[in-house]
Nanobody, 117 residues
């Protein structure tokens, strides 16, 4: 069992920045790949970014490359998503997830990010 709690969402103007945090408890956090996903109103949940267990490799979806950065602090059991140059189309509920098997199998409750134009 892994519990994940996201924070850091809010309302920001286009061009602004936010940093999301995801605090994990339960299993050994540092052993697993972590990911961020988002779900816009009326749309499916989609992948945003991921980071391997030791932080050695990261992956971003094309729409956020150059603007979003995923990182992690294994000593704090926390993964972050730094979001810069935000656009209205980034508006969504953002979820963090942990990959303990071949799938992302534990999820947080989500945090709302709203970007106004």
């Amino acid at each position: 069992q892994v519990d994940l709690v996201e924070s850091g969402g809010g309302l920001v103007q286009a061009g602004g920045s936010l940093r999301l945090s995801c605090a994990a408890s339960g299993r050994t956090f540092s052993s697993y790949t972590m990911g961020w996903f988002r779900q816009a109103p009326g749309k499916e949940r989609v992948f945003v970014a991921s980071i391997t267990s030791n932080g050695g490799m990261t992956y971003n979806t094309d729409s956020v490359k150059g603007r979003f950065t995923i990182s992690r602090d294994n000593a704090k059991n926390t993964v972050y998503l730094q979001m810069n140059s935000l656009k209205p189309e980034d508006t969504a509920v953002y979820f963090c997830a942990v990959q303990t098997s071949s799938l992302y199998d534990y999820w947080g409750q989500g945090t709302q990010v709203t970007v106004s134009s």
